[in-house]
T-cell receptor, first 113, second 112 residues
Framework: QKEVEQDPGPLSVPEGAIVSLNCTYS??????FMWYRQYSRKGPELLMYTYSSGNKEDGRFTAQVDKSSKYISLFIRDSQPSDSATYLC?????????????FGSGTQLTVLP | DSGVTQTPKHLITATGQRVTLRCSPR?????VYWYQQSLDQGLQFLIQYYNGEERAKGNILERFSAQQFPDLHSELNLSSLELGDSALYFC???????????FGPGTRLTVT
């Protein structure tokens, strides 16, 4: 079983829709969670990170972590065609200096104009 | 632009060869991470260096090695290349006492 599971999609929505992207994880030691956006053949771009449980909002993006169910989500409001990309979730252990990221497989999102 | 640079952008080489990928972290970042992204395995952590010292190892093959130099740039060396090593190789850097990792544009390696 992979430590971070993510539905690969593809997910296709109309412009303006609310998008929900989800991941589950199995490593209870994860305390930090990241969401990256990756356009085709480009480097992953950090969108948001959250610590432990709770919500964090940044513009049209909201990241949510539920540690009790080991579930993390990213919501995109008023989705735009420019949001079309692969979205990667990742978990990280907070102790120590390593803090390497364990990624899900990514969800491919297409926002149709 | 994340501030992390990687060279070369593309590399095409033959099986059995050796290549070196280069990464320069963001100014002030002491940690450099290397990741491999392939279609079947996704984005996987290979190795991390902090201020010149190896700090963590992931799924890195023995044929692969890395180092971080005093100016904090890092190199990933891949030897005895196999077709299955064809992938995107990313480096990322992180500032001290932070959790956010910023990725470079990657090097696309094709082994023929």
């Amino acid at each position: 079983q992979k430590e971070v599971e993510q539905d690969p999609g593809p997910l296709s929505v109309p412009e303006g829709a609310i998008v929900s992207l989800n991941c589950t994880y199995s490593n209870s030691a994860f305390q930090y969670f990241m969401w990256y956006r990756q356009y085709s053949r480009k480097g992953p771009e950090l969108l948001m990170y959250t610590y432990s449980s709770g919500n964090k909002e940044d513009g049209r993006f909201t990241a949510q972590v539920d540690k009790s169910s080991k579930y993390i989500s990213l919501f995109i409001r008023d989705s735009q065609p420019s949001d079309s990309a692969t979205y990667l979730c990742a978990g990280s252990i907070s102790s120590g200096s390593a803090r390497q990221l364990t990624f899900g497989s990514g969800t491919q999102l297409t926002v149709l104009p | 632009d994340s501030g992390v640079t990687q060279t070369p952008k593309h590399l095409i080489t033959a099986t059995g060869q050796r290549v070196t990928l280069r990464c320069s972290p963001r100014s002030g970042d002491l940690s450099v991470y290397w990741y491999q992204q392939s279609l079947d395995q996704g984005l996987q952590f290979l190795i991390q260096y902090y201020n010149g010292e190896e700090r963590a190892k992931g799924n890195i093959l023995e044929r692969f090695s890395a180092q971080q130099f005093p100016d904090l740039h890092s190199e990933l060396n891949l030897s005895s290349l196999e077709l299955g090593d064809s992938a995107l190789y990313f480096c990322a850097s992180r500032a001290p006492d932070s959790y956010e990792q910023y990725f470079g544009p990657g090097t696309r390696l094709t082994v023929t």
